[in-house]
């Protein structure tokens, strides 16, 4: 697509439930990047795939988050047991090469999670 | 590992006025810089990157940022904001690894408001 789409644009979700965050990169970009926004935290990287290669999943906070990337194209995010803490809003961004950290990212306009 | 300070987190100024938004990082080897702006929903957008020659670089919507190795700095400019200008702003910096630069590290953003 000409950008990167996610979906929902807004999930409100009770704790304890488990939510899927979606994301569509730009066709032909093999890296994808997932970030959390948190209210005056900055962004917060969560996880990176490259390719075929294996995620680099060092930012994910806890066993509760995880991310798969099916067919080297969409990238779905599970929270599972959500917690009120969870809430921020999930960014997630691709690039042409792995070296995004060189080029820039692209981003999508993220999905705003409330854990009510 | 590297990281961002940005130490303004809100900048108000007046419409037609100069701005100017600091950004200092840390980091053990040589980096790529970067700015970005958030629009209200929106997902990030890339402003401008220093890579490598000139140390003042020029992006779009008539902003420009100095690289200044020795104070470890990459400050945003613009000498006269609009109303349009209201956003927030994160720097960003990844490093040159020689091995591809994937990463990026965020700063926590400076909120831009225009007053009219």
């Known amino acids: 697509g000409a950008g990167v789409s996610q979906s929902p644009s807004n999930k409100v979700t009770e704790k304890g439930k488990d939510v899927e965050l979606r994301c569509d990169p730009i066709?032909?970009?093999?890296?994808l990047y997932w970030y959390r926004q948190s209210l005056g935290q900055g962004l917060e990287f969560l996880i990176y795939?490259?390719?075929?290669?294996?995620?680099?999943k060092s930012g994910l906070p806890s066993d509760r988050f995880s991310a798969e990337r099916t067919g080297g194209s969409v990238s779905t995010l599970t929270i599972q047991r959500t917690q009120q803490e969870d809430s921020a809003v999930y960014l997630c961004?691709?690039?042409?090469?792995?070296?995004?950290?060189?080029?820039?990212?692209?981003f999508g306009s993220g999905t705003r999670l409330t854990v009510v | 590992a590297q990281s961002v300070t940005q130490l303004d987190s809100q900048v108000p100024v007046f419409e037609e006025a100069p701005v100017e938004l600091r950004c200092n990082y840390s980091?053990?080897?040589?980096?790529?810089l970067f700015w970005y702006v958030q629009y209200p929903n929106q997902g990030l957008q890339l402003l401008l990157k220093?890579?490598?020659?000139?140390?003042l670089v020029k992006g779009i919507n008539g902003f420009e940022a100095e690289f200044n190795k020795s104070q470890t700095s990459f400050h945003l400019r613009k000498p006269s904001v609009h109303i349009s200008d209201t956003a927030e702003y994160f720097c960003?910096?990844?490093?040159?690894?020689?091995?591809?630069?994937?990463?990026?590290?965020f700063g926590k953003g400076t909120k831009l408001s225009v007053i009219p």
């Open positions: 961004a691709s690039s042409l090469t792995r070296t995004g950290g060189v080029y820039g990212y692209t």
């Open positions: 066709s032909g970009h093999t890296a």
């Open positions: 795939f490259q390719g075929n290669s294996a995620p680099d």
């Open positions: 980091s053990s080897v040589s980096v790529y």
């Open positions: 220093y890579l490598s020659g000139s140390t």
């Open positions: 960003a910096v990844s490093e040159n690894s020689g091995a591809g630069s994937y990463q990026l590290t």
